[in-house]
């Protein structure tokens, strides 16, 4: 029964971009939605409820994102992101932000707009902290890309483009005539440690929402109840 009204599922629903895709393998390849690329003036969230993307707010300042910038699904920030980043910096009483994973994606290519998937290889990321919440940024490479494919670590990276990063995260939270913000770059860390954090973000995400393989079996019996 299970199996056929997965399959049911596949063909007639449209999997949610959170909830609905699987995260590949942290230490290999993870899926990633892209949510903003590099050209968009305007910023790209997605709408947690209907899984579409919605406008969060336009871009006030000229910096734009430096790369693709989406997140991993069936990823969470929660009690166990928050944990690592008090172990990793000392600053006692970290939490997730409560959003899944963030991805920034390195790659040659120009992309005209996000709302979509691709593969990717974790290679380091920034450990930023913003007030009391831990918000990590994963930096990853485009799987089979000829200008970052073959990267491994973060250390591999051009720096300027680290820099870059680093930069506009650090600024693109600031509104203009708002108070500061308390935001910073606490770390940048390797690959070991990139595959840590979402294998901790994964765990966050089943105590969260339950084991994604389990719930074709809860409608199953849902349905049933209600037969």
Same mark, same amino acid.
């Given at each position: 029964?299970?199996?056929?009204?997965?399959?049911?599922?596949?063909? &007639?629903?449209?999997?949610?971009?959170?909830?609905?895709?699987?995260?590949?393998?942290?230490?290999? !390849?993870?899926? $990633?939605?892209?949510?903003?690329?590099?050209?968009?003036?305007?910023?790209?969230?997605?709408?947690?409820?209907?899984?579409?993307?919605?406008?969060?707010?336009?871009?006030?300042?000229?910096?734009?994102?430096?790369?693709?910038? /989406?997140?991993?699904?069936?990823?969470?920030?929660?009690?166990?992101?928050?944990?690592?980043?008090?172990?990793?910096? /000392?600053?006692?009483?970290?939490? /997730?932000?409560?959003?899944?994973?963030? !991805?920034?994606?390195?790659?040659?290519? +120009? &992309?005209?707009?996000?709302?979509?998937?691709?593969? $990717?290889?974790?290679?380091?990321?920034?450990?930023?902290?913003?007030?009391?919440?831990?918000?990590?940024?994963? !930096?990853? !490479?485009?799987?089979?890309?000829? $200008?970052?494919?073959?990267?491994?670590?973060?250390?591999?990276?051009?720096?300027?483009?680290?820099? =870059?990063?680093?930069?506009?995260?650090?600024?693109?939270?600031?509104?203009?005539?708002?108070?500061?913000? +308390?935001?910073?770059? $606490?770390?940048?860390?390797?690959?070991?440690?990139? &595959?840590?954090?979402?294998?901790?973000?994964?765990?966050?995400? =089943?105590?969260?929402?339950?084991?994604?393989?389990?719930?074709?079996?809860?409608?199953?019996?849902?349905?049933?109840?209600?037969?």
């Amino acid at each position: 029964m299970s199996s056929e009204l997965e399959k049911l599922f596949n063909t &007639v629903f449209q999997a949610h971009p959170w909830h609905g895709v699987s995260p590949g393998d942290p230490a290999d !390849v993870v899926n $990633a939605f892209i949510e903003i690329v590099p050209t968009d003036t305007v910023k790209y969230e997605l709408d947690k409820s209907s899984g579409h993307l919605r406008i969060d707010r336009p871009q006030r300042f000229s910096s734009q994102p430096p790369t693709l910038y /989406g997140f991993i699904p069936q990823t969470y920030c929660g009690k166990r992101v928050g944990e690592r980043c008090s172990q990793r910096t /000392g600053a006692k009483g970290m939490r /997730g932000d409560g959003d899944p994973m963030d !991805v920034c994606i390195l790659t040659e290519k +120009t &992309v005209a707009h996000g709302d979509f998937f691709l593969r $990717a290889r974790p290679i380091g990321g920034m450990r930023m902290i913003d007030g009391d919440e831990a918000d990590d940024k994963i !930096v990853a !490479v485009l799987e089979s890309d000829m $200008a970052f494919g073959d990267l491994r670590d973060i250390a591999d990276c051009p720096p300027g483009i680290v820099e =870059r990063l680093r930069h506009y995260f650090l600024t693109y939270k600031q509104m203009p005539g708002e108070p500061a913000r +308390t935001v910073r770059i $606490a770390e940048i860390y390797d690959r070991v440690e990139a &595959v840590e954090v979402i294998r901790r973000s994964l765990l966050d995400y =089943r105590e969260e929402f339950g084991a994604p393989e389990e719930r074709i079996e809860r409608l199953a019996r849902l349905l049933g109840r209600g037969a």
